[in-house]
């Protein structure tokens, strides 16, 4: 199961560059966490200011 990026998002793009396997992308209005490329490693959820970043 992969993280998802829920409406709190505030677009900022501190989450992208700490993926491993590239899969977060800027969405319109957020980003998008690609759940095929999405390996649940949790990088990316420490770097959110805004905690957008859930589990599944």
Same mark, same amino acid.
């Given at each position: 199961?992969?993280?998802? %990026? ?13 993926? *491993?396997? !590239?899969? %977060?992308? !800027?969405?319109? *209005?957020?980003?998008?966490?690609? *759940?095929?490329?999405? %390996? ?8 959110? *200011? ?7």
């Amino acid at each position: 199961m992969s993280h998802t %990026i829920t409406e709190s998002c505030v677009a900022c793009g501190a989450c992208a560059p700490e993926c *491993p396997v !590239e899969a %977060i992308h !800027e969405g319109d *209005p957020i980003y998008r966490i690609d *759940p095929d490329t999405c %390996i649940d490693c949790g990088a990316c959820v420490d770097t959110c *200011p805004s905690e957008a970043i859930i589990a599944g």
